[in-house]
């Protein structure tokens, strides 16, 4: 059974261009989050998708950010304009139900100059 | 909000010893994740925990859920060099489905 895939593995942008991250939850997970860890320091929730619905995206920093699950199958997460402070590796994990295991994704690390 | 502390920050090791790491939080937690996660990889699932006072084991690694609800505790017996790594508890924020992680614990296995 195929694990959280993301794609791409790295990406390397200039501040004030557009990235999208792209996320392949396990077959069958309905729950997908998406989490960033940034220089070094803990992982920061920044969304959670129930199907093709935002059940909680109160850890969205601003409206730079824009996730999306159309038909609740893969997620893509959006930054425009990237700033410096975007920089960091992006998780996204899934799980069957909303209470159970997240596994996780390899990570985007994301690098904006 | 809801925070969990780990702690020791980092650790250095012989191999061979036996390791211990811990995680508390200021409110209870119905459920404990404890994660691995080595270098430029995700987070990997080492044991899950979902009742208080209960010990789960998964090979040299046992975790265990604290009878307050408030903490967690990761032992590892025997380390080798691949258990290299950040270790990270992991728990749904209060109410919700938003899991929260620790500050991580990195650990150095010196052969």
């Known amino acids: 059974e195929a694990g959280v895939t993301q794609f791409p593995s790295h990406s390397v942008i200039e501040k004030g261009q557009t990235v999208t991250l792209r996320c392949d939850p396990i077959?069958?997970?309905?729950?997908l989050y998406w989490y960033r860890r940034v220089m070094g320091k803990e992982i920061k929730f920044l969304l959670h998708?129930?199907?093709?619905?935002?059940?909680?995206e109160s850890g969205m920093p601003n409206n730079r950010f824009l996730a999306e699950r159309t038909g609740g199958t893969y997620s893509t997460l959006k930054v425009q304009p990237a700033e410096l402070e975007d920089s960091g590796v992006y998780f996204c994990?899934?799980?069957?139900?909303?209470?159970?295991?997240?596994?996780f994704g390899s990570g985007t690390q994301l690098s904006v100059l | 909000g809801q925070q969990l502390n780990q702690s020791p920050q980092s650790m250095f090791i012989q191999e061979g010893e036996d390791v211990s790491m811990n995680c508390t939080s200021s409110?209870?937690?119905?459920?404990w994740l404890w994660y691995k996660q080595d270098p430029g990889e995700g987070p990997v699932l080492l044991i899950a925990?979902?009742?208080?006072?209960e010990l789960t084991s998964n090979g040299r690694l046992t975790a265990q859920f604290g009878i307050t609800r408030k903490d967690s505790f990761l032992n590892i017996s025997a380390s080798i060099p691949s258990d290299v790594g950040i270790y990270f508890c992991a728990g749904p924020s209060s109410g919700t489905y938003k899991y929260i992680f620790g500050t991580g614990t990195r650990l150095k296995v010196l052969a």
């Open positions: 925990l979902y009742k208080a006072g």
């Open positions: 998708f129930v199907k093709e619905s935002k059940q909680d």
């Open positions: 994990a899934s799980s069957q139900g909303s209470n159970e295991k997240l596994f």
């Open positions: 409110s209870i937690f119905n459920t």
């Open positions: 077959s069958g997970h309905d729950n």
